[in-house]
């Protein structure tokens, strides 16, 4: 596969006014072409200060920091620009650069050169994206254990032992005179260990979208039960409009908040009550609730006197979630209920923080407390394409003892785990991972 290695150039940093902005150029004319701008020599591994002139013109006082191949963040030569943080000082020296041969990037691009480079591999790569892209602490935290190889590593050590077993079963095809044939016992018995090794890395596979996207909690109930008001005292600020007409709430309200390092997608819905007698626009807001139970991984069913308020029709398309059921108004309307009701009210915030942690022991029953890295989709594919192809062996197994047979499959398995980390690769695998990057990282 032929890959382009020009020099390119983009603005590390948002285009918007603030204290600095980093420019950043990577090729082997990385050094030419910024040498061609800046009042000095440039001095490689040291920080250096100066200007960046063009025809003599002084555009701006900058920092350089100058990487020297191939120890940069893409491998190649490598010159940071910080410039102050005015749009019209990096646009100005953006354009300068490029006309002096230098191209735009692409999004990822320098990423992608780190791993065309071999400074990281694909799961890493992935793993730069998920950090910039991080809401919480939490996903933060996973996906800088995987940029420092945790994945990596695991997949490695897999794929290690595969392709130890795999030589083995060639040479004994090759040279049966001189190797000894592995017996299928020994096969079988390494490939159950990969397998359960492959479902042990899957099974935080759920974590990964809900650590990344965060979970959604939808408040559901009766017109006026006071969902916006609970809304607004989980968010602790007033998002929602509160009133004491019904159908106050006409459309479904999004916000986020971040509840003890988890991300909650907190969505407040218009009540819901029998359509007929109802006008259009809260008929929508209507159809927008039941669409937002279906979009939940938990609901909060509220009521003020009975669960029996609670539509049937709502339970029924809430069968497949987590559900907390919440008495409101303990305040002015206080009495004893079942023991999965959580009593709250959100004029004086009596039980939220309890319903923050009734949230919080369901996020958890998802998401195994050891959680330290995550997989996401694309991983998790070739995860299960290998376990397929070692399960492929186990079945032919016990058949056939024909190694041939077995090498197939276990060749297939090694090709999937190498697409995880990189080893194996085709353009449209790139294109997918790193055309969701922004352009300058
Ligand atoms: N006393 C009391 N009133 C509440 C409480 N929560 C909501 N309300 C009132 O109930 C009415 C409807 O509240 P709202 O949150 O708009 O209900 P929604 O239609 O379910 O969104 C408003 O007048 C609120 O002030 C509460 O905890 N205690
Ligand atoms: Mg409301």
Redesign the pocket.
């Known amino acids: 596969m032929e890959h382009n290695f020009d020099t390119i150039v983009a603005t590390a940093t948002p285009l918007a006014l603030s204290a600095i902005g980093v420019i950043r150029v990577s090729g082997t004319e990385a050094y030419n072409i910024v040498s061609s701008v800046f009042s000095k020599k440039i001095v490689p591994k040291y920080i250096n200060h100066g200007y960046i002139v063009d025809q003599g013109k002084k555009i701006d006082e900058v920092i350089l920091l100058p990487f020297v191949a191939p120890h940069s963040y893409t491998g190649e030569d490598v010159i940071e620009i910080q410039t102050h943080g005015s749009p019209s000082v990096i646009n100005s020296i953006l354009e300068l650069i490029l006309s002096k041969g230098a191209r735009m990037a692409q999004k990822g691009e320098f990423t992608k050169r780190a791993f065309l480079n071999h400074r990281i591999d694909l799961s890493q790569a992935e793993a730069v994206i998920d950090i910039i892209n991080s809401k919480t602490s939490k996903s933060a935290q996973n996906a800088l254990n995987n940029l420092e190889g945790y994945l990596r590593d695991k997949i490695n050590n897999l794929k290690n032992s595969l392709t130890d077993l795999y030589a083995k079963i060639i040479a004994s095809i090759d040279f049966p005179e001189d190797v000894k044939e592995i017996d299928k016992e020994t096969i079988v018995s390494i490939c159950s260990d990969k397998i359960t090794e492959i479902e042990n890395i899957l099974k935080n596979s759920k974590s990964h979208d809900f650590i990344r996207d965060g979970f959604n909690v939808c408040?559901i109930?009766?017109?006026?039960?006071?969902?916006?008001?609970?809304?607004?005292?989980l968010l602790n600020y007033s998002r929602?409009?509160?009133?004491?007409?019904?159908?106050?709430?006409r459309d479904t309200i999004k916000e986020t908040i971040n509840l003890d390092g988890y991300l909650i997608n907190l969505v407040?819905t218009?009540?819901i009550r029998d359509k007929n007698g109802v006008d259009l626009v809260e008929k929508i807001g209507i159809d927008n609730s039941i669409s937002a139970i279906q979009a939940s991984n938990i609901v909060l069913f509220?009521f003020e006197n009975t669960k029996l308020e609670i539509d049937d029709k709502l339970l029924n398309n809430s069968k497949d979630k987590s559900i907390i059921y919440v008495k409101?108004?303990?305040?002015?309307?206080d009495f004893d209920v079942d023991d999965d009701v959580i009593k709250?009210?959100?004029?004086?915030g009596?039980g939220i923080d309890k319903l923050k942690s009734k949230i919080l022991d369901v996020i958890k029953t998802v998401i195994p407390e050891e959680t330290d890295y995550t997989t996401n989709k694309r991983q998790q594919y070739c995860l299960l394409s290998a376990k397929n192809s070692l399960s492929n062996i186990i079945q032919t197994s016990k058949f056939t003892a024909e190694p041939d047979l077995f090498a197939m499959d276990l060749k297939s398995a090694i090709i999937s785990l190498g697409e995880i980390t990189g080893e194996v690769f085709t353009d449209s695998i790139l294109e997918d991972i790193f055309s969701n990057f922004c352009i300058g990282k």
Request: proline share 5%.
């Open positions: 408040l109930g009766k017109p006026n039960v006071g969902k916006s008001s609970l809304f607004n005292a929602a409009i509160v009133t004491p007409i019904e159908g106050t709430t407040d218009a009540g509220l409101t108004k303990c305040d002015i309307n709250i009210s959100s004029t004086t009596f």
